[in-house]
């Protein structure tokens, strides 16, 4: 039994959990959190109430003998904690996206795990959601020719969705301890994460954004755009978009976080759309106009998927699953140091983009422009926060009367039925 560690016990652990309780290779023998009442209310909601709870993860990393450890921390952390972990002998360390909230941090994680013949895991977990990695496979079997286009909106809606941790909001809010921000750099990682894998490509040539900070605490409405590099000058240019779309009082119940994405990749002989990730299994997945996959070829259309689990803990189960089996049998963990590092490139290009209003390259991000503060993301401007309160307060308006004429939101148990179905 491989032993198992979580560092950080705050809002994600309960999904980051999921795989090790699931797993019958692993044991999960301890956790750290500075914050002991968040460990414990973990543990009481785990079944796991005996468990050991460190205050300090060193200690724990010391004294438990782990083959694994989760860092399920603030971005700021990830570099420190990975390199205590690697330089104490812990063989297998998955890091929560991003890798780390700068590239000089990401450089260092991949260097002091190369030093210690660790294998280091970033954690993106829409990589395994079972919807993508079937859109994958049709791509791949070239069921819309060469993918030409790529587009994903990610819809903040407004909930009902789980419970977040206020303190959750309020570091991501810090662009010295997240990276960027809370949407493009954070969330963000899981999009640019597609927008590379499901087109085949390893990363972009150029980008160029626009940001609104309407909300005061998040970096939306924004809207991304992208080429991908040409391997080939007789290829077609390829080029892809992002679009964060803030809409809070649109009633959208999800067991997790209030949002939901949806694709399109337009290729040289078909249309692929793949409909919703975070909120799947919502009202809208069981509405046969939405199913998980369409594909328009050659005069017809198809839907895929609808047999798979629209429920984004698979995503999570699954990701887990494979670096266990990484730790026991050998391969590459999904994703690698590097390829986490390339994200957070992605992620930050965005940023400077909007920051000094112009493209941004691929190459203007790296240690050399964080030391001379050339391409380094800075705080979002300062905002007039009364008109989004006031847009605020008319919503929570509508949505009171939403719910009053009936509109219901199932609420998620994280029971040991629910993880073993
Ligand atoms: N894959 C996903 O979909 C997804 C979703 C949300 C968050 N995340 C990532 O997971 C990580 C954690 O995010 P979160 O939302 O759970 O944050 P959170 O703020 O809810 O939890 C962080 C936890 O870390 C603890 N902590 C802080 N400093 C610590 C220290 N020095 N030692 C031990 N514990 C410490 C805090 O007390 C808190 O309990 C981040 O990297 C985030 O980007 C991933």
Not at 153 to 170: F, Q
Not at 305 to 310: A, N, T
Request: proline letters at 5%; glycine letters at 8%.
């Amino acid at each position: 039994m491989l032993r198992v560690g979580l560092i950080g016990c705050g809002d994600i652990a309960n999904l980051n959990v999921l795989g090790y309780l699931h797993s019958p290779k692993t044991e999960l023998v301890s956790v750290a959190d500075i914050n002991i009442k968040n460990a414990a209310e973990k543990l009481e909601r785990w079944g796991l109430r005996s468990l050991k709870v460190y205050s300090d993860y060193r200690k724990m990393v010391d004294h438990e003998d782990l083959d694994i450890v989760e860092i399920l921390t603030p971005h700021h952390l990830h570099g420190t904690m990975t390199e205590y972990c690697a330089r104490a002998g812990i063989s297998g360390i998955s890091v929560q996206k991003p890798l780390a909230h700068t590239i000089t941090d990401c450089e260092k994680i991949i260097q002091v795990c190369k030093e210690e013949n660790v294998i280091l895991k970033l954690y993106e977990n829409f990589r395994f959601y079972p919807v993508y990695v079937k859109a994958k496979k049709l791509l791949e079997q070239g069921i819309i020719g060469e993918p030409l286009n790529f587009r994903i909106n990610t819809i903040r809606t407004g909930g009902p969705s789980m419970p977040l941790d206020i303190k959750a909001l309020i570091w991501r809010r810090k662009t010295e301890l997240c990276g960027g921000g809370s949407l493009i750099y954070d969330d963000g990682i899981h999009k640019f994460s597609m927008a590379l894998w499901l087109m085949g490509e390893e990363r972009v040539e150029s980008v160029y954004c626009w940001i609104d900070f309407f909300s005061t605490v998040q970096d939306s409405p924004s809207n991304i755009f992208w080429k991908y590099p040409r391997k080939n000058l007789n290829d077609p240019p390829k080029h892809g978009s992002m679009q964060f779309t803030l809409a809070p009082n649109l009633y959208y119940p999800s067991n997790y976080y209030d949002c939901d994405e949806f694709i399109e990749i337009s290729g040289t002989k078909g249309i692929m759309w793949i409909n919703q990730c975070t909120s799947g299994g919502n009202f809208l997945s069981k509405n046969p106009q939405f199913p998980p996959i369409v594909v328009y070829t050659g005069g017809e259309d198809n839907s895929y998927g609808e047999d798979l689990p629209r429920d984004w803990r698979y995503s999570f189960i699954n990701s887990t699953e494979h670096f266990i089996n990484v730790i026991k049998n050998g391969g590459e963990p999904i994703y690698t140091g590097e390829q986490g590092r390339d994200l957070c490139i992605f992620a930050k290009m965005p940023h400077i983009s909007y920051q000094q209003n112009r493209i941004v390259f691929w190459e203007e991000i790296s240690v050399e422009s964080e030391k001379d503060q050339s391409c380094i993301v800075e705080k979002p401007m300062d905002v007039d926060g009364a008109i989004f309160r006031k847009f605020l307060r008319n919503i929570r308006l509508d949505f009171k009367k939403g719910v009053k004429e009936g509109l219901e939101h199932k609420v998620l148990k994280f029971d040991k039925d629910i993880l073993l179905e």
